[in-house]
């Protein structure tokens, strides 16, 4: 069974930096495409990031030039840095892993980590 653990989320000041980190168990992780998203209060989630297995990534608008996704399969851990942080980048952010298995696309979803950035 496949899980997905994020950690590194916290309270910062806008300006300020924070890494968030996702280990996964299982041995899907250099093969999946991973992915962070994110649910501020009372919106819908929305993608953030993502890196393929081949590291090909893109990043939604909003993050373009602060925030850098990458991973490290050796570790099994896909990285989210985010510099520069707003207060709009308050959420619980999440990760995901998209793999396929036997011709079948399964999704991986973990707990989420909370990240609040005061103003």
């Known amino acids: 069974q496949v899980q997905l653990v994020e950690s590194g989320g916290g309270l910062v000041q806008a300006g300020g930096s924070l890494r968030l980190s996702c280990a996964a168990s299982?041995?899907?992780?250099?093969?999946?495409?991973l992915c962070w998203y994110r649910q501020p209060p009372g919106k819908q989630r929305e993608l953030v990031a993502a890196?393929?297995?081949?590291?090909?990534?893109n990043y939604v608008d909003s993050v373009k030039g602060r925030f850098t996704i990458s991973r490290d399969n050796a570790k099994n851990t896909v990285y989210l840095q985010m510099n520069a942080l707003k207060p709009e980048d308050t959420a619980v952010y999440y990760c995901k892993a998209v793999t396929i298995n036997r011709g079948r696309r399964e999704d991986y979803w973990g707990q989420g980590t909370q990240v609040t950035v005061s103003s």
């Open positions: 299982g041995d899907i992780f250099s093969s999946s495409t």
């Open positions: 890196i393929t297995s081949s590291g090909t990534t």
